[in-house]
């Protein structure tokens, strides 16, 4: 286990809603969950970043002496670190140095199970890695084991940048091809299934306990952040007969790079392609409505912040007070109160799923021509058929339909 002195850094102009020590608990839990053991802790409140060091010299100085009297591996920034900043911290202080986003890379790498959630943590790791292959350094000797060298990417770190140029061009045509693999997967689902529901929220809120509460599934489950990199889908029945598809996908987290939300857009792909989101909400966590406003930032940036969302407020059986769980309530739109670990609240749930989902339908009533025959198969796969007559002009239909498929019957 590496030992490791962590530095939490807030630049006066940056968000307010997190203050330092927020963002020091934060990376101290990003940490944790990468399985390092932390012997010190620096925080500091800065006016400008250096553009050598970030920080200055004497607290660069001040790390230094720490991680020498503490016997440190490895110094953990939570802010981003240039090449140039990196290189010149680890000349300075003489261990390893690492960043926000290359630690968040280094527990996807524990987490990626699927051939395309490893495709997408060595992509990344790469692409990271390619700026900071220049001169001679720490950097360049990672081979060693711990944060910056676990996973796929580990073994491609010391590669001249052509090599990795072509890698990470080969990683793409890989990726391009899990990603048909899975679209065509998901339209073999929609034939058997009305909608999709998609768990999205901040990472440790709660969504895969929730989503085995549901669905009677055994998706991995553990209490540290990002826990689930890997999409889970399964199909699900609601109680008026309508079958549906619940997605489990990755936590989000509070500033995450949006080089990241780049690279793993695959797979948040199920998120969208859903057609209604389930924001599942830590309700125990004092800062609810920060990482609530973090999750919908990445709603914003994956351009699905419009589609049908129904807030869902777990962990009650954490919340003793019911007038704070009155309070906390009030802070969001028509929410469900739930424990997803109790199974409390859950068919409360799925009593609004039934309403909410009954939005995306409508009925029509149409004849179709014997020579579009597409359209018919299109209302069986995706429909509820109430009445079907031969005519001579054609096939009369009443049905319900999802409302995306409108457009195909009334041009």
């Not at 010149?88 to 395309?116: C, Y």
């Not at 890695?129 to 081979?143: C, D, E, Q, V, Y």
């Not at 339209?187 to 299934?193: A, D, H, L, S, Y």
């Amino acid at each position: 286990m590496e030992r490791a002195v962590l530095v939490t850094l807030k630049h006066v102009s940056e968000d307010r809603e997190w203050s330092v020590e927020d963002l020091a608990a934060e990376l101290k839990e990003l940490a944790t969950s990468s399985r390092v053991s932390i012997l010190a802790e620096v925080t500091a409140r800065l006016a400008e970043f250096s553009p050598k060091f970030l920080i200055g010299k004497g607290k660069v100085d001040q790390i230094g002496s720490v991680a020498r009297e503490k016997g440190c591996d490895v110094v953990i920034f939570n802010h981003d670190l240039s090449p140039t900043q990196q290189r010149n911290l680890e000349e300075v202080l003489e261990i390893k140095t690492i960043d926000r986003t290359q630690l968040i890379l280094d527990i996807f790498a524990q987490r990626a199970h699927s051939k395309e959630g490893t495709i997408q943590v060595e992509l990344a790791q790469l692409i990271y890695a390619l700026p900071r292959l220049t001169g001679k350094g720490i950097i360049l000797s990672r081979l060693g084991g711990g944060i910056g060298t676990r996973g796929p990417g580990e073994k491609k770190l010391e590669l001249d940048r052509r090599r990795i140029r072509d890698k990470i061009a080969h990683l793409k045509e890989e990726l391009d091809s899990a990603t048909r693999q899975r679209h065509a997967r998901r339209k073999q689902r929609e034939r058997f299934t009305t909608c999709t529901v998609a768990l999205v929220g901040y990472t440790n809120a709660g969504k895969s306990t929730l989503f085995n509460a549901l669905t009677g599934s055994h998706a991995y489950v553990m209490d540290k952040l990002f826990s689930t990199l890997d999409p889970t889908v399964r199909k699900y029945t609601l109680p008026d007969n309508q079958r549906i598809v619940f997605s489990d996908t990755v936590g989000f987290i509070h500033n995450l790079p949006h080089h990241l939300v780049e690279s793993f857009k695959a797979t948040l792909e199920e998120a969208r392609g859903a057609d209604m989101l389930l924001h599942v909400i830590d309700a125990s966590n004092p800062k609810i409505v920060e990482c609530s406003n973090s999750v919908r930032a990445v709603l914003r940036d994956l351009e699905i912040d419009d589609k049908p969302l129904i807030n869902v407020l777990n962990k009650k059986d954490k919340i003793d007070d019911d007038i704070v769980l009155s309070g906390i309530r009030h802070h969001f739109d028509s929410p469900v109160i739930i424990s997803a670990l109790k199974r409390q609240g859950l068919e409360d749930l799925i009593d609004r799923l039934v309403r909410e989902l009954s939005n995306l339908m409508t009925e029509i009533k149409i004849t179709i021509p014997h020579d579009e025959m597409k359209k018919f198969n299109i209302i069986h796969e995706y429909g509820k058929v109430k009445k079907t007559e031969y005519t001579d002009k054609g096939i009369y239909i009443e049905a319900t339909i999802p409302k995306r498929y409108q457009a195909i019957f009334y041009k």
